[in-house]
């Protein structure tokens, strides 16, 4: 049986037997990606789409995405990519680009605005290799890297890709234990730990959305940004008030159709209160 560390599971894996994100499998007496450079999607995409809104704005960068995801979140709006269905399948077509062919179509992309590659759409630390591995010859090439990840992965893991990502993009989804690990299933301890390696190493963005009745209370949000404010150690000798944060709108989508789209006025007066504690708070999907 073999353990994998990535995330908090620590799902252990007989032989041939996969992991609860669907996309790590025992073999061999270890464990090793299933996707390692099978792409799902693949597109030149604005920066600020990431969300990234105070990194290379007005720029676009190639962006990948692959399968799987740590967490279990119903609204997900990416499900067809990140969540398998209940035989555990994808029924998305994948295509083959290993690492020193996507960083080729970067360069070639350079003409168009593309300033590197981000790894994004579904989780891309399920499958951390492939990001490691190409992000580092982006970077021999001159290419940024871009990590848009829901911070659920261990130090060991962060500490693998950290040399090579520019920025990223981390979802702080809620701000109670409950919310986590009833609704997304998913441990907030460790996305909390994953952001403060990160704001020390890279341009860090923050991105919440905000689900009716779930992680809406102003409270809440007052709590979250005050947390994200007293960060230390900032990366490019700024303060944790200078992260920005996303704060974005729910529709229901997937699993959670239960309920209407957040409020925008909810959302803009969360804008408002997380800017008592933040300097760059965003509303998003409005
Ligand atoms: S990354 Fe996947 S296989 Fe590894 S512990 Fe997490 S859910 Fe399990």
Known sequence: MAVCDVCFRKCELAEGNTGACNARIGRGG??????????SS?????????????????SRILSAGSLGCSLKCPFCQNHEIAQADDGRRFHVPTEQIMPEELVEIAERYRNRGNIGIAFTY???????????DTARLAHEKGLLCVLVTNGTAGTRVYEEIAPY???????LKGFTDRYYRDVLKGDRGMVMEFIRNAVRNCHVELTTLVVPGENDSPEEMLELSGWVAGLTGVFGGKTGRDIPLHISRFFPRYRMTDREPTDVDTVYSLVE?????LRYVYPGNC
């Open 165 to 171: 990502i520019d920025a990223m993009n981390i979802d």
């Open 42 to 58: 693949l597109a030149l995409d604005p920066i600020e789409k990431k969300p990234l809104a105070r990194f290379h704005p007005g």
């Open 122 to 132: 579904n989780e891309p630390l399920v499958g951390y290799e492939y990001v490691r």
């Open 30 to 39: 270890t464990v090793v990606p299933l996707f390692y450079g099978k792409l």
């Open 273 to 277: 209160i997380a800017g008592r504690n």
